[in-house]
DNA sequence: ACCCAGGAAATTC
DNA sequence: GAATTTCATGGG
């Protein structure tokens, strides 16, 4: 399948940047991955993206994920006027999309995420999915379903070295399992209900709600604020607040995330 | 040996 | 209630 006309994308800016754990780069530049339980691959020729293994049919699934019908140029030209620093962010990487992912995977992903570092966290999840995902072709497996997980216990969860985060994903996986939290609902009430609702999971704080809103409900007001972004808002913008940055705030969020590890030396 | 990692819970003051 | 400690695991 081929989805053409696309602008403001780069498949490793978009794929790499910290809110995705499972795309693998290849040799030719192009990504392979599992999302939504299909095994696909990304090619990017000039504004063509074509997906290698995706069924015509999910032609909106994947244009969804990519974000493809908001525009990033209009987005980035906003933001840019907000501060010069976010303008040089928002240029070191234009291709950065925020992608519409599985919201039981980003929870789960970013359950992980806390206290850990994005190897490591992508060798967890890696583990995972080998371990309670279904196999889909050789080496590649799904994402294990909720459902799944919730009807594991901690000490099941010991081979993939999550350590004291197990108990975190059983028991965000039984409250998404078992209905008493309705993800699907959370894309749709207000920000701050579906914030609170997430974090009556064991494990679930501020920063992890909020990337599961932005990447896994596409929530783009929300601004994770993770050990990173609080030494980039003190070091280049002290005089914003994630609310500065507003209806896209957490695009902006994004291109400072990246354009801040790309430049550790800022903060020395 | 020590420090840190896209934090949050548990404990202590 | 706010500040500090602990929590597994692995890499530098």
Known sequence: MI???IKDLALGETLDCGQAFRWKENEDGSFTGVAFGR???FRLDGSNLSIDGADESDRKLWSDYFDLSLDYGSVRNELSLLHPTMCDAAKYAPGIRILAQDPWEALCSFVISQNNNIPRIKLI?????????????????????A??????????????KAGFRNRYIID???KTAS???D????????????????????????KVADCTLLYGLH????????????????????????????????IAQQYIFHYSRMHPELFE
Do not use: H, Q
């Open 3 to 5: 989805i053409s006309d």
């Open 39 to 41: 095994l696909v691959t």
């Open 125 to 145: 999840i890696n583990r995972l999915c080998e371990a309670f995902g279904d196999p889909i072709s050789d080496g590649w497996y799904t994402f294990p379903s």
């Open 147 to 160: 459902e799944t997980i919730a009807a594991l216990e901690p000490d099941d969860l010991a081979p993939i």
């Open 172 to 174: 965000a996986a039984r």
């Open 179 to 181: 209905g008493e939290i």
């Open 183 to 206: 993800l699907e609902s959370l894309k749709t009430v207000p920000v701050e209900e579906a914030r609170e609702k997430l974090m009556t999971i064991t494990g679930v704080g501020v």
């Open 219 to 250: 929530r783009l007001d929300c601004f994770p604020l993770d050990v990173w972004m609080k030494r980039a808002m003190a070091a280049l913008f002290p005089e914003l607040t994630p609310s500065s940055f507003g209806k896209y705030g957490g």
